[in-house]
T-cell receptor, first 113, second 113 residues
Framework: GAGVSQSPSNKVTEKGKDVELRCDPI?????LYWYRQRLGQGLEFLIY????????KSGLPSDRFSAERTGESVSTLTIQRTQQEDSAVYLC???????????FGQGTRLTVV | GENVGLHLPTLSVQEGDNSIINCAYS??????FIWYKQESGKGPQFIID?????DKRQGQRVTVLLNKTVKHLSLQIAATQPGDSAVYFC????????????FGTGTRLQVTL
């Protein structure tokens, strides 16, 4: 079956513009994560969705960042008024409720110019 | 946020030698641990996992060791090959609370010929 799919794979945007990144998780996975990875660095947790529970937004760096998830399907990460410091790869992962690993997408490389 | 602004430590190993990558985890209540491998330009991929009722688990050329007393996890790669060059991340989870998967800093493994 298909893995986690992210789109677009690459996005170049002008400073100040809004961007929307999409994640299609593996069907049936109730857990969904967004991470940010700057060049040569580790995974920075952004937000976590688990079923119908309130999302864990503790990693969102500012109020310019928001994410939504419709049920147990698609999630979108929105960055408003993008800044150059937002340039990074944004990774999405999904997993079964617990006791199993998370599966990652290939990421969206965001470049703010 | 976790792992923000941290440049990855690097481990250089000669081809054919064994590699040992270490990880200190933070939550004594974590009971499920995973090692991921991230190749350049790709999302992290699952390598091997271990639950807290075990202290060792072996896969193909890889072994994970868990020391709960000192909250330490290690990944051993036997007969390291050039294809093993990647960034390796450990992750921990407390499955009893359905909490999110938390990633360590990551270690870059460079295999020299």
């Amino acid at each position: 079956g298909a893995g986690v799919s992210q789109s677009p794979s690459n996005k170049v945007t002008e400073k100040g513009k809004d961007v929307e990144l999409r994640c299609d998780p593996i069907s049936g996975h109730t857990a969904l994560y967004w991470y940010r990875q700057r060049l040569g660095q580790g995974l920075e947790f952004l937000i976590y969705f688990q079923g119908n529970s309130a999302p864990d937004k503790s990693g969102l760096p500012s109020d310019r960042f928001s994410a939504e998830r419709t049920g147990e399907s698609v999630s979108t990460l929105t960055i408003q008024r993008t800044q150059q410091e937002d340039s990074a790869v944004y990774l999405c992962a999904s997993g079964e409720q617990m006791n199993t690993e998370a599966f990652f997408g290939q990421g969206t490389r965001l470049t703010v110019v | 946020g976790e792992n923000v602004g941290l440049h990855l430590p690097t481990l250089s190993v000669q081809e054919g030698d064994n590699s040992i990558i270490n990880c200190a985890y933070s939550n004594s209540a974590s009971d499920y641990f995973i090692w991921y491998k991230q190749e350049s330009g790709k999302g992290p991929q699952f390598i091997i996992d271990i639950r807290s009722n075990m202290d060792k688990r072996q896969g193909q050329r890889v072994t994970v060791l868990l020391n709960k007393t000192v909250k330490h996890l290690s990944l051993q790669i036997a007969a390291t090959q050039p294809g093993d060059s990647a960034v390796y991340f450990c992750a921990e989870e407390n499955t009893g609370t359905a909490s999110k998967l938390t990633f360590g800093t990551g270690t870059r493994l460079q295999v020299t010929l």
